[in-house]
């Protein structure tokens, strides 16, 4: 039997990781996942919070004073476009750590309403830009890298049906 991808949600704020949430995660990082053409069984741990955890989470790691929309801690150090190997899962479990991601939907609620658009348009929205992260995507310059980052995201929200109105 083939495995699929383990993406265990935990939250650390009440009714963050409501069944609602948690389906439309897997979803977009399995979505995201397949369109990157990561066919290998692959975990990736996901954390929803708020702003006070991921403002937390930030200075821990990055010694960044601020919160922030989603947090990406890859596992691997992959090139973009590039995909783990076979010899990159675990070999207890099977599955190629990709990484975690943190997600603050104080921000989800906050982008989503400047923007314009749902809450789950922009909680898939920053699913797909941490998967993306995980995978070797960079954003930081405002050239060639941040468009082709545009570029995959688009795709890949559009193949979700949650594209920009």
Do not use: W
């Not at 980052?149 to 559009?158: C, F, K, L, N, Q």
């Amino acid at each position: 039997m083939r495995k699929t991808h383990y993406i265990p949600v935990t939250a650390d704020v009440p009714g963050a990781a409501s069944e609602g949430n948690c389906a439309l995660i897997r979803r977009t990082i399995r979505t995201a996942l397949a369109a990157e053409g990561m066919t290998l069984p692959c975990e990736i741990d996901v954390l929803l919070t708020g702003d006070e955890g991921i403002h937390q989470i930030n200075l821990d790691m990055r010694n960044v004073d601020r919160p922030t929309d989603v947090l990406s801690f890859p596992a691997l150090e992959l090139a973009e476009g590039e995909l783990p190997a076979e010899e990159d899962a675990d070999v207890a479990t099977g599955f190629v750590p990709l990484g975690d991601m943190a997600i603050s939907l104080e921000r989800v609620k906050a982008q989503a309403k400047e923007y314009g658009h749902s809450n789950r348009r922009e909680l898939a929205y920053l699913a797909v830009h941490s998967v993306l992260h995980l995978l070797g995507y960079d954003h930081m310059d405002e050239g060639p890298q941040k468009a082709r980052m545009r570029a995959r995201e688009e795709a890949v929200m559009a193949v979700l049906g949650l594209e920009r109105k």
